[in-house]
């Protein structure tokens, strides 16, 4: 489908359903439908399902816009709510892609009960509002028809319950399994995992080896021959709601707490003193209450602490920690609090996630996603630059390239003194760092900006700095 309108930017992840397309104008987030999901977007609408999930923020937002603009070539054009920070799964913790699950499969069992269902069953389904999540992708409604199984089963396994049932059975984080595939994990990958006394674990027979099985035996019928099947077989609506229930049981039981890591207790180990973590508090309060911003970027966000200091001047905050498990604890947190403005994700800031999927752009790259009004960098310099062997000049390039232009840096320097930098350089050989010096960092920090404000902590061994990116 072409677009004529040259304002109008295709999303690029959205091609795989002929019958919808996602672009943007302006900062509008629109969705294109032909003449068949036009019909079913029709009929969802009117449901009271639909109108409740809606209203209970379960499902975007979403209305018509009539007329459907004469340039259009489609049938009806909607309009979302936009989502304030687009994420990938890989990038959430445990809890949260359990509780993205846990919504997927409680709207598909309202839809199933509405006489409708879900064409896929994608992780990438679900964005989230701070730590609550929401489902999104309105073009995966359709009518239900009799004799029709799930057809969004097998992603569901592949992007949701393979992932969770890896890291609640073998202990290992699933994050590096999902950002390795866009397309999830792979069932014969499970079975090699989950071999021999394994495969008895809970989930795994019905879920891993039945459905594999299934999938071989029936690997040379086609959709409508094992659609004929199974309405001879009897499958209807309410075997459809069993098993969903049954999946919804499943996820529910598969909860893993994460545990103790180097990170996760840092903010009572690290060494700050009392009066340099209050002068911070009061320096970053300062700086974001000043920016008059929207969108703050806390890297290295730990607890939380300095985000939730953002939030109370900013309309939203990601808050990214390379631990999984210690932003699995943030968001459990910030769940239990209703929090909506605060997303937690994972993300080594020296790996950040690339673009992936068709052509690399599928699914955008995080420094395609994240130009942020205030970029929070305290407590992170010195481990990329001492920690990583990242060249001084390149963490800041990258800092400020995730800062809007006229946005403003909220950066720390540790001096190479300091406790910490000094523990870090003990690990490296002699004279490796020779420009990590405040000065050559003050250099540097003049050539992307405009200095704006600076303050050394009590203990004089950490300088904090608030640069307008660009001024």
């Not at 999930?53 to 909607?78: K, Y």
């Not at 509002?129 to 569901?156: N, T």
Request: include cysteine.
């Amino acid at each position: 489908m072409t677009v004529p309108d040259t304002d109008v930017r295709v999303e690029p992840g959205s091609f795989r359903d002929p019958g919808n397309r996602v672009f943007h104008r302006g900062d509008e987030v629109l969705r294109g439908l032909d003449e068949r999901c036009a019909r079913d977007w029709r009929a969802l609408s009117v449901t009271d399902f639909f109108r409740a999930q809606t209203a209970a923020g379960r499902i975007v937002g979403t209305e018509e816009l009539t007329p459907t603009p004469v340039d259009a070539p489609w049938a009806a054009v909607l309009r979302h709510e936009r989502i304030p920070f687009v994420s990938h799964p890989y990038e959430w913790s445990y809890g949260m892609l359990r509780d993205a699950a846990l919504l997927h499969l409680d709207v598909l069992a309202a839809a199933l009960e509405a006489g409708f269902t879900t064409k896929d069953g994608s992780a990438y389904n679900l964005q989230w509002h701070g730590a609550r999540p929401v489902f999104i992708d309105i073009g995966s409604f359709e009518a239900l028809r009799d004799g029709e199984p799930w057809a969004g089963y097998r992603q569901f396994c592949q992007t949701l319950l393979y992932p969770l049932l890896i890291q609640a059975h073998l202990g290992l984080d699933f994050q590096p399994f999902l950002r390795a595939r866009v397309d999830g994990v792979e069932p014969e990958q499970m079975r090699r995992l989950f071999a021999g006394l394994r495969r008895w674990r809970a989930g795994v027979p019905t879920h891993v080896h039945l459905h594999g099985a299934i999938q071989s035996r029936n690997s040379a019928a086609s959709t409508r021959d094992v659609r004929d099947q199974l309405r001879a077989a009897g499958f209807s609506r309410e075997l459809a709601l069993a098993t969903v229930r049954g999946l919804t049981r499943l996820v529910g039981r598969l909860d893993h707490r994460p545990g103790d890591s180097h990170w996760s207790d840092y903010q009572r180990t690290c060494a700050y003193s009392v009066p340099d973590r209050q002068a911070k508090e009061a320096f970053v309060d300062r700086a974001v209450a000043g920016a008059g911003a929207y969108s703050v970027l806390d890297l290295g966000a730990n607890d939380g602490r300095y985000a939730r200091i953002a939030a109370r001047h900013a309309g939203h905050v990601v808050a990214v920690e390379q631990d999984p498990a210690v932003v699995d604890t943030l968001y459990r947190t910030l769940r239990e609090e209703g929090e909506q403005r605060i997303l937690p994700l994972v993300m080594d800031l020296a790996d950040p996630s690339p673009g992936g999927g068709w052509r690399g752009v599928e699914r955008a790259a995080f420094v395609d996603r994240a130009r942020a009004d205030v970029v929070l960098a305290l407590a992170v310099v010195h481990h990329l630059a001492i920690g990583r062997n990242v060249p001084l000049p390149d963490v800041l390039d990258q800092l400020t390239a995730l800062t809007a232009t006229g946005g403003n840096l909220v950066v720390e320097f540790v001096h190479p003194d300091d406790p910490m930098a000094r523990r870090l350089l003990a690990n490296k050989p002699d004279g490796l760092f020779p420009d990590y010096r405040r000065d050559a960092f003050e250099a540097l920090l003049a050539r992307r900006g405009r200095i704006v404000s600076r303050t050394v902590l009590p203990s004089g061994t950490r300088t904090l700095y608030q640069v307008v990116v660009g001024g």
